[in-house]
């Protein structure tokens, strides 16, 4: 079983949707990134959370450290969203395990 | 906004060649590590390297691998002897103090023929 899983893998949805996208994992963690990758291959850090919520224009992540979840949403969805988003949690000091990924896109 | 640059952006190399990827992290960046990501798969955790020493690996960073800081600017993977299952997406990220976020280069794309 993986470490993380990220739900769903595909995400399809019309432009102005409020976009969900889950993450689980099973492992101690000391931290959880959200990573956006784009269709060229470009990995971007989107927000590290150890608690809470943290808020970033349209993006939102939380994280409930006792159930081991994470989210990340989207609101006001654009076409520009369209990537694939990455969930991955740093165990101990410095090893990232990362999830599948989820692929979003957002048709106009 | 200073940024995590590697080289070459794609490597075409024959199997048992020896490899060596390049990557400059942002410069005040105490962290570095390296990843790898095979087509249409998730990426992997390969390697952490601090205060100029590794100080993680993962089971899949074997004899085959190694890094250095050779002149405090560059952070290099090697590869020694090139099999066809690493032709892969080589990034390199590094992170600053006080859990700041990561940045991750552009990646490597190595193929190995």
């Known amino acids: 079983k993986n470490e993380v899983e990220q739900s769903p893998q595909n995400l399809t949805a019309q432009e102005g949707e409020f976009i969900t996208i889950n993450c689980s994992y099973s492992v101690g963690i000391s931290a959880l990134h959200w990573l956006q990758q784009h269709p060229g291959g470009g990995i971007v850090s989107l927000f590290m959370l150890s608690s809470g919520k943290k808020k970033h224009g349209r993006l939102i992540a939380t994280i409930n450290i006792q159930e081991k979840h994470s989210s990340l949403h989207i609101t006001a969805s654009h076409p520009r969203d369209s990537a694939v988003y990455i969930c991955a949690v740093l165990r101990g000091a410095q090893k990232l395990v990362f999830g599948q990924g989820t692929r979003l896109t957002i048709n106009p | 906004e200073p940024e995590v640059t590697q080289t070459p952006s794609h490597q075409v190399t024959q199997m048992g060649q020896e490899v060596i990827l390049r990557c400059v992290p942002i410069?005040?960046?105490?962290?570095f590590y390296w990843y790898r990501q095979i087509l249409g798969q998730k990426v992997e955790f390969l390697v952490s390297?601090?205060?100029?020493?590794?100080?993680?690996k993962s089971e899949i960073f074997d004899d085959q691998f190694s890094v250095e800081r050779p002149d405090g600017s560059n952070f290099t993977l090697k590869i020694r002897s090139t099999k066809l299952e690493d032709s892969a997406m080589y990034f390199c990220?590094?992170?600053?103090?006080?859990?700041?976020?990561?940045?991750f280069g552009n990646g490597t794309r190595l193929t190995v023929t």
């Open positions: 410069s005040n960046h105490l962290y």
């Open positions: 990220a590094s992170i600053g103090p006080y859990n700041s976020p990561l940045h």
């Open positions: 390297f601090y205060n100029n020493e590794i100080s993680e």
